[in-house]
Structures are given as structure tokens and as C-alpha cells.
């Protein structure tokens, strides 16, 4: 495994060397690339996203195998106590609720040191010592679909649904320079309150009778998968341009003005608003571990191209399987609901995006229906998760790239 991890790093690498002698060529010929280099660099753009997807692979793969190995090593160094649920048992008992040989299965959050955290994380770092629940699974495929989570949000998590009161703060103190025995200026942070409440996103999932009688397939896996992809796309949208009428507030939606675009560019960003872009955010917030890019893809790609005055790319790719690539420094997040590149869009977010509030009620309401589609003989599943979102910090946490208007 170790040997094809290599070539595939080594593959990676010559891909973008590839890649930047295009894009080099051109800027040293003072042109612009061809039709057919054009379409040489897309190809290869479209190998090094390949690539990444199959290193990702890998890295789950290799997560799944420590999981079941460490699971094996618990149930052979211990009894289990009397009364005790292993996760064989709650596998067990989902297939039991699936095929309607029982009335409810409950998929509340997981309580106690278990709970794996809602934002990004690596095995490495502890992720292998903690068991994968059904909740953790469907919350990782919501995650994976959801840039603003994959981006590293504060997550809420809470029991019920009832409207949280939440600070937000729109302005911070000052300090000024005050003479000997002069009245010291007050000066006080500015607040608005703001609510959280608990938005429905809900999904319908047809399974063959077939299919869950058969043993040999994951169902856990299987509806974790379909649901979370499902709820993770629908409150995805939202927590990017949500307007906070009957949904989230997206995060776009309240983020503060950091650069605008020039004019004749049709809403294109050169190298230089992006750095800009990077500095308008206070250091307090650009040394956070949350602090990142967010953009949709094609957007990424154009970002790609871009160079420093120095001749270096803005955008460097990661030289180790399984961690993100960077644009100055700070890792990039995608997520197809961001603004495509055009005259007065939001196309490109930078900032903390731990101030960004995402609130989980509850845990995943899962129930079933054996009569909704009786005559095709399928059972239908219904999946439900209560969220909403908000900026916290709106003094320019987050700070977005706007297009020139003409």
C-alpha cells in the first residue's frame, strides 16, 4: 500500500508540474493559452481532482481497517459487561428496524467522550481511537457535501429544538491614547441579538425489500450515505446564502466587504485581490485553525493560474496524501452553492469560519413505512435533522471578494 501511495504522490506532483509549464509558457510568450492548451490544462486539472478523490480513498480505507481492528482487539480483550449494547448489537437492531420487526430505532447524538467532532479532523490526530456511529457516519457524508462544514463552523449541538438567543457582535471596543490625569474615553463593544432556531430538512429513501433482507450489504452504511448526502445538500444552500427569512442565515449572506474586483475584468479576481483579500482579515482571525478559502470549483481553478509578483503560485499543491492543497497558506474548502465568477458576485469568502454558529436540535429522526409504495414492494425511509446557521462575529471574521459592477 505504502509503494502505490508513493506513485500516486509522485503522479500527482508530475501532473502539476505539467500544468504549471503550460501556464508558463504562455506568461512567458505574453499570450494567452491556446484553444488546445487550454484543454490540456483542464485535462490535467480534472487528473490531479481524480487523483485527490483516490487518495481519499485510500486514506478511508485504511480509517475503516483501523476501525475493525480496533474493534476486534476490544471484543477479544474483554468480556462484555451484563446488559452491556456493543455496536453489534445496534447494527442488529437498525436491520431489525429496517425490515419492521421493531417499531423505532433511536439515532440521537452519541453522549460522552465518543462524540466525534462535526468539523474536519484527521485519523492521525485521534480520530482512530473513537468507534464510528450510525449518527457519525450520515454527519461525515453531510459534512463531505457542505463546504461551510467541511470549513470548520462552531456546531451547537442540542436536545430540542427551542430558539437560542444569540450576541452577535457587530463592533469592538477602542483603546486611545489618554494624557496623565485625563478622562479616559469609554468606548464599548457593539451588539445585536440574534436567534437560532431549529429548520426541518427532511428526505424520503426507497429500499428494495430485497435489499434489506440481504445480509451482505452495509445498510448502516447504505442509508448514512443517502441520507446524509441528501440533508448535507439541502442545508448546504442555505448555509451559504440562506437570507435568515424561514431558513439560516448563510454565512455569504452576512459576511463583511473585503475586496472589490477592477473594472473591465467581468468579475474576475487577479493575484493581487486575493492577497488583498488574505490581509483584510485582522491576524486574530487569519491565525485561526478555522481560518480558510471557500469558492466553488471552477472558481479554484481559475485561482490555480494565479502568481505572486514573484513568479510563485498562490495556489500549492499539498505534497502529502490526504491533506488539502493551500492558496497563501491556508487550506481551500469548495462548495458548489458559492457565486460563480461574474460582475457584482460573491465568488470568493476568506476568514474564521469558526464564527460562523451551526445549530444541530436533536438527533436524526429516522421512521419508516412499509405502505407508502406497497404495491412496487418498497420500504420507504424518512430522514429528518432540525439546523440553522449565523455569522456571530460580523466585524469582518469573514470577509468576501466582490466582482467589479461593469
Request: proline share 3%.
Amino acid at each position: 500500500m505504502s509503494s502505490f501511495i508513493k506513485t500516486l504522490q509522485e503522479r500527482r506532483a508530475n501532473v502539476w508540474e505539467q500544468a504549471k509549464a503550460l501556464l508558463d509558457t504562455a506568461e512567458k510568450e505574453k499570450r494567452d493559452l491556446t484553444a488546445e492548451e487550454e484543454a490540456t490544462y483542464q485535462a490535467l486539472n480534472a487528473d490531479l481532482d481524480k487523483i485527490d478523490a483516490r487518495a481519499k480513498e485510500l486514506v478511508e480505507a485504511e480509517q475503516r481497517a483501523k476501525d475493525a481492528e480496533a474493534a476486534f482487539a476490544g471484543l477479544l480483550a474483554k468480556p462484555q459487561e451484563p446488559g452491556a449494547r456493543g455496536k453489534g448489537e445496534q447494527d442488529s437492531e437498525l436491520r431489525r428496524w429496517a425490515r419492521g420487526e421493531q417499531r423505532a430505532f433511536d439515532v440521537a447524538k452519541p453522549e460522552g467522550v465518543a462524540f466525534r467532532d462535526l468539523v474536519k479532523g484527521t485519523a492521525t490526530a485521534g480520530g482512530n481511537t473513537v468507534p464510528t456511529t450510525f449518527y457519525g457516519k450520515l454527519m461525515a457524508h453531510l459534512i463531505e457535501v457542505s463546504g461551510i462544514m467541511m470549513a470548520g463552523p462552531t456546531v451547537l449541538s442540542t436536545a430540542s429544538g427551542e430558539t437560542i438567543e444569540i450576541p452577535v457582535t457587530t463592533a469592538h471596543s477602542s483603546a486611545a491614547l489618554t494624557s496623565e490625569a485625563a478622562a479616559i474615553s469609554e468606548s464599548d463593544p457593539a451588539f445585536a441579538k440574534r436567534t437560532l432556531g431549529a429548520y426541518k430538512y427532511a428526505v424520503l429513501l426507497q429500499a428494495s425489500t430485497e435489499l434489506l433482507t440481504d445480509t451482505g450489504v452495509d445498510l448502516e452504511g447504505y442509508l448514512a450515505m443517502q441520507a446524509g448526502r441528501a440533508l448535507g445538500n439541502a442545508f448546504g444552500v442555505h448555509a451559504i446564502t440562506g437570507d435568515g427569512s424561514s431558513k439560516p442565515s448563510g454565512v455569504i449572506t452576512t459576511a463583511s466587504a473585503g475586496v472589490t474586483g477592477g473594472t473591465g475584468a467581468a468579475g474576475a479576481f487577479t493575484a493581487d485581490n486575493l492577497i488583498d483579500l488574505y490581509y483584510s482579515v485582522i491576524a486574530p482571525y487569519r491565525n485561526s485553525t478555522s481560518c480558510g478559502w471557500l469558492m466553488r470549483d471552477a472558481t479554484l481553478g481559475a485561482a490555480r493560474k494565479l502568481k505572486d509578483s514573484q513568479g510563485q503560485y498562490l495556489w500549492q499543491p499539498s505534497i502529502q496524501v490526504g491533506a488539502p492543497d493551500t492558496l497563501l497558506g491556508k487550506p481551500v474548502n469548495t462548495d458548489p452553492n458559492m457565486a460563480a465568477v461574474a460582475l457584482n458576485a460573491k465568488s470568493v469568502a476568506f476568514g474564521d469560519f469558526s464564527q460562523y454558529f451551526v445549530r444541530m436540535a436533536g438527533g436524526v429522526r429516522f421512521e419508516r413505512s412499509d405502505d407508502y409504495a406497497f404495491n412496487s414492494d418498497l420500504v420507504t425511509f424518512r430522514g429528518i435533522i432540525r439546523a440553522d446557521g449565523l455569522l456571530v462575529d460580523q466585524t469582518g471574521a469573514v470577509k468576501v471578494f466582490t466582482g467589479a459592477a461593469s
